[in-house]
């Protein structure tokens, strides 16, 4: 067994973040009757993957709940890793990985809406000096990524782990700075207790919960489970460009954006218009992808294909070489638009 291998993490803690990535905030109680362990062992393997990095449960705005925008940046020979980690200390940069080909840099920018986004990318985004070109793609259609699963489940057991959908919330309110605050409250952890956090907002756990149940039945937020991705055997990422047919634009992405390996999927203005991450077994798995794209869509061209030759952030994550979360940045769309 390899040294990479050795560090793969075991059935049961895939199981126990699969069952996570279904229900993020789950009581242990719950988990325990489908994955067969006491709830007690559920928490102390959980803890123990978020000490070590492995594993954490955060919060993210909905696909439709944000603007977004992705740069393509090219950097001085030998300072691509270090243009990638300071754009990853921004709060409003949610993604960052260093890749093969002309722009050795790709970032994903949020912010809350087009005017903030293009007042972002014009005036208020800190460019590195090492940089010596970029180019930005506004998003114009979000299909997928923002919440994945590893499959480990079976079906059976997926409907158990998942919370029922409730009614959607009676009165439709726009989202103010209460429901800021709260988001960036669970940047650091999607778990954290309604008591923690009524104490850090200054309210009651009953109204942090009211609070979070109608922005995630309004579809406001969602809770995504992220893992060190070579630690769950996926070694590595590629970052496609595809042109595809305007008028079967949006049916291809919601297809390609369900898919397993999808990390991430936009619709972007420009003649390859449509933005694709996935996350690979192996550089053998990739062409794999490439022979299934042009079965099921042979109307749609691949333009680029880049491999991810290191990821520096994930979702408001700084990771290592592993994907092991190092240090938090929590995802702030609305960092520069204050």
């Given at each position: 067994?390899?040294?990479?291998?050795?560090?793969?993490?075991?059935?049961?803690?895939?199981?126990?973040?699969?069952?996570?990535?279904?229900?993020?905030?789950?009581?242990?109680?719950?988990?325990?009757?489908?994955?067969?362990?006491?709830?007690?062992?559920?928490?102390?393997?959980?803890?123990?993957?978020?000490?070590?990095?492995?594993?954490?449960?955060?919060?993210?705005?909905?696909?439709?709940?944000?603007?977004?925008?992705?740069?393509?940046?090219?950097?001085?020979?030998?300072?691509?890793?270090?243009?990638?980690?300071?754009?990853?200390?921004?709060?409003?940069?949610?993604?960052?990985?260093?890749?093969?080909?002309?722009?050795?840099?790709?970032?994903?920018?949020?912010?809350?809406?087009?005017?903030?986004?293009?007042?972002?990318?014009?005036?208020?985004?800190?460019?590195?000096?090492?940089?010596?070109?970029?180019?930005?793609?506004?998003?114009?259609?979000?299909?997928?990524?923002?919440?994945?699963?590893?499959?480990?489940?079976?079906?059976?057991?997926?409907?158990?782990?998942?919370?029922?959908?409730?009614?959607?919330?009676?009165?439709?309110?726009?989202?103010?700075?209460?429901?800021?605050?709260?988001?960036?409250?669970?940047?650091?952890?999607?778990?954290?207790?309604?008591?923690?956090?009524?104490?850090?907002?200054?309210?009651?756990?009953?109204?942090?919960?009211?609070?979070?149940?109608?922005?995630?039945?309004?579809?406001?937020?969602?809770?995504?489970?992220?893992?060190?991705?070579?630690?769950?055997?996926?070694?590595?990422?590629?970052?496609?460009?595809?042109?595809?047919?305007?008028?079967?634009?949006?049916?291809?992405?919601?297809?390609?954006?369900?898919?397993?390996?999808?990390?991430?999927?936009?619709?972007?203005?420009?003649?390859?218009?449509?933005?694709?991450?996935?996350?690979?077994?192996?550089?053998?798995?990739?062409?794999?992808?490439?022979?299934?794209?042009?079965?099921?869509?042979?109307?749609?061209s691949i333009v680029d294909r880049r491999i991810v030759l290191r990821q520096v952030k994930v979702h408001g994550r700084i990771v290592d070489e592993l994907g092991r979360s190092t240090r938090v940045v929590?995802?702030?769309?609305?960092?520069?638009?204050?």
């Amino acid at each position: 067994m390899s040294d990479h291998d050795s560090k793969l993490l075991d059935e049961t803690d895939l199981a126990l973040v699969d069952a996570l990535q279904v229900h993020p905030r789950a009581s242990w109680t719950r988990l325990a009757e489908v994955l067969d362990l006491a709830p007690i062992t559920l928490a102390r393997r959980w803890q123990h993957l978020v000490d070590t990095g492995s594993a954490w449960v955060t919060v993210a705005l909905s696909e439709s709940g944000m603007r977004g925008a992705l740069l393509e940046l090219t950097c001085r020979p030998g300072t691509a890793e270090r243009v990638a980690l300071t754009l990853a200390r921004l709060p409003n940069v949610a993604t960052v990985g260093v890749t093969t080909g002309e722009f050795q840099v790709f970032a994903l920018v949020l912010a809350p809406t087009l005017p903030a986004i293009a007042e972002t990318l014009v005036r208020a985004l800190p460019i590195p000096p090492e940089v010596t070109t970029m180019r930005s793609h506004v998003y114009s259609g979000l299909f997928g990524g923002v919440v994945w699963r590893l499959g480990v489940m079976n079906r059976a057991q997926t409907e158990l782990v998942r919370e029922p959908a409730g009614a959607p919330p009676g009165e439709i309110r726009p989202f103010g700075p209460a429901d800021r605050a709260l988001f960036l409250a669970l940047g650091h952890d999607g778990r954290r207790p309604y008591t923690e956090l009524a104490d850090e907002l200054g309210t009651s756990p009953q109204a942090v919960k009211r609070r979070l149940d109608r922005l995630r039945r309004h579809g406001d937020i969602t809770f995504r489970c992220d893992v060190a991705r070579p630690l769950a055997g996926w070694e590595s990422m590629a970052l496609l460009w595809l042109a595809v047919p305007d008028l079967g634009l949006r049916s291809v992405g919601r297809r390609l954006g369900v898919w397993p390996e999808t990390r991430h999927c936009a619709a972007i203005p420009g003649p390859a218009n449509l933005s694709l991450i996935v996350s690979l077994r192996s550089l053998e798995h990739l062409g794999e992808l490439l022979v299934r794209i042009a079965r099921e869509h042979p109307e749609v061209s691949i333009v680029d294909r880049r491999i991810v030759l290191r990821q520096v952030k994930v979702h408001g994550r700084i990771v290592d070489e592993l994907g092991r979360s190092t240090r938090v940045v929590p995802v702030d769309p609305w960092a520069m638009s204050s």
